[in-house]
């Protein structure tokens, strides 16, 4: 589980020193570290008012949360695209799930 909030000014390192990978609703970004799981979410404006926003951060970090094994280590940060915002909680976490399956860490 995530150890906790993720400042934003940390997500320039992880973008810089990080990996990427992306799908038709999220990119994550991600860097490997040997701290516990941290997680950013980046929702834009360009995904809807506030509520909308609010919604779309909340169904990432519960997907992620369900994801996360106690194995896993590193800094994440998930942007959401506007298609994000029309999705449902199983869209969102099967597009969190593909992107940890790609990234090779479940």
């Known amino acids: 589980m995530a150890s906790g909030r993720f400042p934003a000014p940390c997500y320039p390192r992880v973008y810089e020193e990080g990996q990427s990978l992306a799908n038709k609703y999220l ?10 799981v941290r997680l950013g979410v980046v929702v834009s404006k360009r ?4 509520v909308v926003r609010n919604r779309v951060k909340r169904l990432i970090k519960e997907s ?3 994801q996360v094994t ?7 940060v998930i942007i959401a695209r506007p298609k994000a915002a029309s999705c449902s909680y199983e869209e ?10 790609r990234a090779e860490l479940v």
């Open 64 to 66: 992620f949360r369900h």
């Open 70 to 76: 106690s194995d896993m280590t590193g800094e994440f």
């Open 27 to 36: 990119v994550m970004y991600y860097r490997r570290d040997p701290l516990p």
């Open 92 to 101: 969102i976490s099967k597009a969190v799930e593909d992107l940890l399956k």
């Open 47 to 50: 995904v809807g008012k506030a």
